[in-house]
């Protein structure tokens, strides 16, 4: 199995400040296959970006994916009060599909 | 807009099989690879497998000895099964649907239903 390692584990900021979330790849994955999410509290995941850069019907453009091979990253530029969240990515290439642990953003 | 609703028993015996159903409203469960996901506090997210709508189904290898995904698809429906269960599977259980054309970009999500495994 892929495993995806996120980091940091959590990520303390504070509005309008600039976030990047890691997500490492154990093996070289399809920059078509690489999914980013958010979760907040008693919900499900969001789609967020898909395809590295890709980012889902009605996302704001203050969120942005890159990355290739084993790094990806997810960039939220000017953070603000709804975006504080746990953000999840996801591959789908070789099966199974498999998540990370999570980046938990909390307001510092 | 889609909609995915899980149904089922909050609390299953151990040894017990776990029984869920998403049901789709708007529109065809035709053309989508129907999925189930589950998250605990400690493994986070897990995807458990997927059906397509004719039939044809795909599992987590390190489940597929006990799930068995099904489609109704006269219903709009989707099932898990889970058999021989422990206190590991207790977890919020998701059914989901990924974009058109992919199997893991899933842009529909149930709101999640919690089963406990406890006697």
């Known amino acids: 199995d892929i495993v995806l390692t996120q980091s940091p584990g959590t990520l303390s900021l504070s509005p309008g400040e600039r976030a990047t979330l890691s997500c490492r790849a154990s093996q070289s994955i399809s920059s078509s296959y690489l999914t980013w999410y958010q979760q907040k509290p008693g919900q499900a995941p969001r789609l967020l970006i898909y395809?590295?850069?890709i980012r889902a019907t009605g996302i704001p453009d203050r969120f942005s994916g890159s990355g290739s091979g084993t790094d990806f990253t997810l960039t939220i530029s000017r953070l603000e009060p709804e975006d504080f969240a746990v953000y999840y990515c996801q591959q789908y290439g070789p099966s199974p599909i498999t998540f990370g642990q999570g980046t938990r953003l909390e307001i510092k | 807009q889609v909609q995915l609703q899980e149904s089922g028993p909050g609390l299953v015996k151990p040894s017990e099989t776990l029984s869920l159903t998403c049901s789709v409203s708007?529109?065809?469960?035709?053309?989508?690879?129907w999925t189930w996901i589950r998250q605990t506090p400690g493994k986070g997210l897990e995807w458990i497998g997927n059906i397509y709508y004719s039939g044809s189904t795909n599992y987590n290898p390190s489940l597929k000895s006990r799930v068995t995904i099904s489609v109704d698809t006269s219903k709009n429906q989707f099932s898990l099964n889970l058999t021989s269960v422990t206190a590991a599977d207790t977890a919020v259980y998701y059914c989901a649907r990924p974009r058109g054309g992919s199997t893991g970009q899933f842009d529909y999500w149930g709101q999640g239903t919690l089963v406990t495994v406890s006697s």
């Open positions: 708007t529109g065809s469960i035709s053309t989508y690879y």
């Open positions: 395809s590295t850069s």
